[in-house]
């Protein structure tokens, strides 16, 4: 069981892979949201010790093994190029949040997600197959994540999706992205993920938790 995995004091310790664009400012609103944060690049934590204390402070930067070991929850922000060289041993048995996008015009082709009968959270979780995979905040910008969060109840709260095949695994993340500042819209498989994805009807797309869910269903129908 997943809850099973959490940190004995209750509360999700979340390692961050990808120290880019996109990992830190996850890593800044995690923070925000009382979570304890480790953030790892591709090599030695002490290359961005400096652009932690700056970009992300209160995050830990640690090398990457280290950073999973105690995590319950390790966030996949890496460019997706990388991923083919991705070591899937590095996070097996965790409930890994995969935030990638496969989008030809800016990454190019890559034959690993050029499946078009599966989405690539699908094609992530055949590759990470000891994980649970989760697909989430990949379909709002990173420069948006920040200053798009609202308390619950604000009747300008975004929604976003989060989708899996584990319900688990799902309310674990559900939980993450409500105490970060949006309403979670969950949907029941990674395959529904699809929906998120560029080209989707929710992706880049503003909408509350109700003209969210109409979307989802609509693109799914």
Avoid: C
Wanted: aromatic share 4%.
């Amino acid at each position: 069981m997943i809850s099973g995995m959490l940190s004995p004091l209750g509360t999700p310790r979340i390692a961050v892979l990808g120290a880019g664009h996109v990992g830190p400012v996850i890593a800044r609103v995690a923070i925000d949201a009382g979570y304890h944060v480790s953030i790892a690049a591709s090599g030695d934590p002490g290359k961005i010790a400096l652009i932690t204390r700056v970009l992300v402070p209160g995050a830990e930067p640690r090398w990457a093994a280290d950073a999973v070991s105690d995590a319950d929850i390790v966030v996949l922000a890496i460019p997706l190029h990388k991923f083919e060289a991705f070591d899937h041993a590095l996070v097996a048995d965790k409930l890994v949040v995969d935030t990638m996008n496969y989008w030809p015009p800016i990454d190019g082709v890559r034959e690993m997600f050029e499946d078009s009968g599966s989405g690539s959270s699908e094609i992530v979780q055949d590759r990470l197959h000891l994980s649970t995979i989760v697909k989430t905040l990949n379909h709002i910008g990173y420069h948006e994540l920040e200053d798009e969060r609202r308390p619950l109840g604000s009747r300008e709260r975004r929604a976003l999706g989060v989708a899996g095949d584990d319900p688990g695994a799902v309310a674990v993340v559900a939980e993450v992205i409500e105490r970060i500042g949006y309403d979670a819209v969950r949907l029941d498989s990674l395959r529904a993920g699809r929906l998120l994805q560029p080209g989707g009807p929710v992706f880049g797309v503003p909408l509350g938790r109700t003209a969210f869910e109409l979307a989802t269903r609509v693109g799914a129908a």
